[in-house]
């Protein structure tokens, strides 16, 4: 007993058993608080209406504030503890206060993106992201924090700190470079709504074209069509071009521009008996009656040169090709006729004559647009041969097999003893 009262009565133990009972004081105030106050916070958070407090709490926020409270008892109780040098008291209090601030800027990003997370929950916050100014306050959070942290822990002031930063002032702003163009370009693609999640864009120049995932305060992300993602440095968006086909959704049509060929040598002038053969199409019958009579009407007023057929007006089966696919887009139910819907013949060339259809469906998304299209189309290579034409296409092996065969026949029936000159 005389040994241990010795020892207790010793300068150095006294200080240690303080020292001791000083972390254990902390250490069950921890505790105390992670197990009681965080399960009542999370009980008062489930049972309210509200949505921030639920976001803050799946975010930790409250945890990193808890955490701050052994510090605190560190903080106030070293000066408790009998025998502690006034230098190791200013050194423990300077890395307590570093940990309390760095506690705080946990507990400030997290903040942050509880809010992030409130704000997508919205309709607004599903078209337009501010994951890029979010991430701009956590940055300009973790730099007055290390400003503060570093403060704390050389015994100095944060603003003497903040008056040596102008010093390097020009190496910062290499430094920050990329950020400092990124939030520029965050805050000229906010204000003037030029992305947003979910927009398809194009960009060749850095290989993206599919739908964006992503917007943050350095990257875009864009998701291509072969499922792969594309890395867009934010700035690149105002520094360089790009297409977003946003407005076409929004229009309410998808553009079709194509056209099918015709071989030059099909198109000739109808016949009287193929004119009453395609008055019959229910989408040709006010044509032709309005054609007939300007028709008539042309050729009679050129008198008795207009009865030689040289000189006539006739109707051509393109021209009554080109009538009818611009009737067909006209009543068909899945062309937005809002738009423009027309039917055109491109010039001549070495592919035949094009008749290009360019008009808008009704629906913007891929795979319905595409069906109507090919329904279309589909439609009008089956009549073609209605109107006495042939569509262009350059020869195959099939055409070369079936040509020589031709030619084969027709040798051997000269060949053969029954015919003429044997």
Known sequence: MATLQHLLDMPWMRTLLGVLALLALAWLAGQLVRRILLRVVSSVTRRTAWQWDDALFKRRTFLWLARMVPMLIVKYGIKAVPGVPAGVESVVSGIVLSLIALFAVMAANAALSALEDLYVATPRGRERSIKGYVQLGKILVWMVGAIIIIACLIGSSPLSLLAGLGAISAVLLLIFKDTILSVVASVQLGSNDMLRVGDWISMPDDGADGFVIDVALHTVKVQNWDKTVSTIP?????????????????????????????????????????IDHLRQFRLLGDYFARKQKEVGEWNEALGEQGKLAVNQRRLSNLGSLRAYMQAYIDAHPQINHDMLCAVRQLEPGAAGIPLQIYCYTSVTDFVPHENVQSDIFDHLLAILPEFGLRLYQQPTGYDMQAGLAHVGDRQAESRSPSSPGQ
């Open 234 to 274: 934010t700035w690149h968006l105002i520094s360089q071009s790009y297409r977003n086909w946003r407005g076409m959704y929004e229009s309410g049509g998808r553009r079709i521009c194509r056209a099918i060929n015709i071989d030059v040598t099909s198109v000739r002038f109808l016949a009287d008996d193929e």
